[in-house]
């Protein structure tokens, strides 16, 4: 997945590589994220930043939580820092270094999705919502009787204005408001 931020391009890929260090790996990555060494990792992104199309940084962060996918709610950019979800880590890196600003772990088992909110940061995670300012403190967060993902197509995460809405596995529905807590749907 490539985008464009200001100068540069930058590339976030899917690593499968069981030793991404390693030398006999395609990508030598500069630096390393990993919240728990001793644990095998579950998930690897690749990140790669490029200006006037010449590498300028890179970077791979390695996590054990639960195994999650890159898409387009992967990450967020706001002021000239680059927001990742990996597994249950939300990482906080300077574009265009990509050197750590900091790591949190919002969810004990995996992001699915990180949102722009009201000038903060909201994380969709399998067991809760949080609500993160920019600066990596916790605001609020939010569970309930399941996790936060439904049986059917449905959406089992969704913003809407001032409110966030969610359904959990067993179809139970809430609505939060801003400050994080249930509101009357």
């Excluded at 006999?24 to 994220?33: F, M, Q, V």
């Excluded at 990140?47 to 390695?62: C, P, R, Y």
Aim: aromatic share 12%; charged share 20%; glycine share 6%.
């Amino acid at each position: 997945m490539t985008f464009n931020y200001k100068d540069y391009s930058i590339l976030l890929t899917q690593e499968y590589n069981d030793a991404p260090l390693s030398k006999g790996n395609l990508k030598n990555y500069t630096r390393s994220y990993q919240s728990s060494p001793e644990y095998e990792a579950s998930t690897i992104y690749g990140i790669s930043i490029f200006k006037d199309k010449k590498e300028i940084a890179n970077a791979v962060i390695l996590e054990s939580g639960g195994a999650t996918q890159l898409n387009p709610h992967s990450y967020l950019i706001k002021e000239d820092v680059l927001f990742i979800t990996c597994s249950n880590q939300i990482y906080a890196l300077q574009i265009p270094t990509l050197s750590l600003i900091w790591r949190l772990e919002p969810e004990f088992a995996t992001c699915f999705e990180i949102h722009d909110f009201k000038g903060d940061i909201l994380i969709w995670g399998e067991t809760s919502i949080s609500r993160i300012t920019s600066d990596g403190t916790i605001k609020w967060g939010f569970s309930a009787r399941d996790i936060f993902v439904t049986l059917d197509e449905s959406p089992a995460f969704e913003i809407d204005g001032d409110q966030i809405l969610l359904t959990d596995w067993q179809g139970f529905k809430y609505c939060l408001n801003a400050d994080g807590k249930e509101i009357s749907l």
